[in-house]
Nanobody, 121 residues
Framework: QVQLVESGGGLVQAGGSLRLSCAAS????????MGWYRQAPGKQRESIAA???????NYADSVKGRFTISRDIAKNTVYLHMSSLKPEDTAVYYC???????????????WGQGTQVTVSA
């Protein structure tokens, strides 16, 4: 089994910054892509940033230029640095990792428990 533990959420004023972290632990041979999703009240969960094992990144248009995803492969950790935050960024943020437990395994998706980010106007 694999566990993803997120940290770094909280309350921030519009225009401020936060950094989220997500550490994976457990039966890990390697991690393929990692990413961040968010879900606002009454809305579907959406992908906002992803990073491959080769550190190729991809962002949703809504966060491009404001959020930066990075990863520390040795620590099995992914980060999301969020700046110029807006009230519409308020949501529960979830990390995701596609993990291989053995070299011959296909990757399996795991999710963190979510961390609340609230941006006040």
């Amino acid at each position: 089994q694999v566990q993803l533990v997120e940290s770094g959420g909280g309350l921030v004023q519009a225009g401020g910054s936060l950094r989220l972290s997500c550490a994976a632990s457990g039966s890990i041979f390697s991690i393929n892509a990692m990413g961040w999703y968010r879900q606002a009240p009454g809305k579907q969960r959406e992908s906002i940033a992803a990073i491959t094992s080769a550190s190729i990144t991809n962002y949703a248009d809504s966060v491009k230029g404001r959020f930066t995803i990075s990863r520390d492969i040795a620590k099995n950790t992914v980060y999301l640095h969020m700046s110029s935050l807006k009230p519409e960024d308020t949501a529960v943020y979830y990390c995701n990792a596609n993990v291989r437990a053995r070299w011959y395994d296909r990757g399996i998706d795991y999710w963190g428990q979510g961390t609340q980010v609230t941006v006040s106007a």
